[in-house]
């Protein structure tokens, strides 16, 4: 069974701060591994996404994130916060239908505040 | 149209009642997923459609959760003798084709609120 740990509910960076929100994932297979952002009153977005090939992907808005294997981990960073950076960042993972196993499950979130 | 739609965007009931909520998914895509989302949590899969059929219904809580997409468009997902435990967003996403490695577009969801 595949999931997913946010560590950090919440976190708060000052602008033009590192953002560095973390991401474990547990999967019996290779996973696929996404980013998801959700801005206020709006639906979920896709920010990146990593399936094969280069382990470090970027995304829109300048995030990237860093698939290593050896520490289960998806972990999303931005050099520089920006105040339109404040929503709530879900990561997930998917284990492919060739595992019977096509639906994201996400983690529980992690809400960014950027302090002026 | 543009993009995932979702009605109504707010729903209130009582206790019992009977709810559908709606989803028109992107022109074209095949799969289409519906999500719950409770407050401070992330979105929990509920049935994935590819064209018209279920093809893993293994996230309904329960027999009073059922969808159906009969023409492998529109979604309705019915909820019967609704209690107070199934407030939530209800959110819903398609994608072109329902591999796993796929972008899904999700709309902004259906408040629902059982008093």
């Known amino acids: 069974a595949q999931s997913v740990t946010q560590l950090g509910s919440h976190v708060s960076v000052s602008e033009g701060a590192l953002v560095l929100l973390r991401c474990n994932y547990s999967s019996s297979v290779p996973p696929y591994l996404f980013w998801y952002v959700q801005y206020p009153n709006q639906g979920l977005q896709l920010l990146l996404k990593?399936?094969?090939?280069?382990?470090l992907v970027k995304g829109i808005n300048g995030f990237e994130a860093e698939f290593k294997k050896s520490e289960t981990s998806f972990h999303l960073t931005k050099p520089s916060a920006h105040m339109s950076d404040a929503a709530e960042y879900f990561c997930?993972?998917?284990?492919?239908?060739?595992?019977?196993?096509?639906?994201?499950?996400f983690g529980t979130g992690t809400r960014l505040t950027i302090i002026p | 149209g543009a993009g995932v739609s979702q009605t109504p965007s707010n729903k209130v009931t009582e206790k019992g009642k009977y709810v559908e909520l709606r989803c028109d998914p992107i022109?074209?895509?095949?799969?289409l997923y519906w999500y719950r989302q409770s407050l401070g949590q992330g979105p929990e899969f509920l049935i994935y459609?590819?064209?018209?059929?279920?093809?893993?219904d293994s996230g309904l809580p329960n027999d009073r959760f059922f969808a159906v997409r009969p023409e492998g468009s529109v979604s309705t997902l019915k909820i019967q003798r609704t209690e107070r435990g199934d407030s939530a967003v209800y959110l819903c996403?398609?994608?072109?084709?329902?591999?796993?490695?796929?972008?899904?577009?999700f709309g902004s969801g259906t408040q629902l609120s059982v008093l």
């Open positions: 022109s074209g895509h095949t799969a």
């Open positions: 459609f590819q064209g018209t059929g279920a093809a893993d």
């Open positions: 996403a398609s994608s072109p084709t329902g591999t796993a490695n796929e972008k899904l577009f």
């Open positions: 990593y399936t094969t090939g280069a382990t």
């Open positions: 997930a993972v998917s284990e492919g239908s060739n595992f019977g196993n096509e639906k994201l499950t």
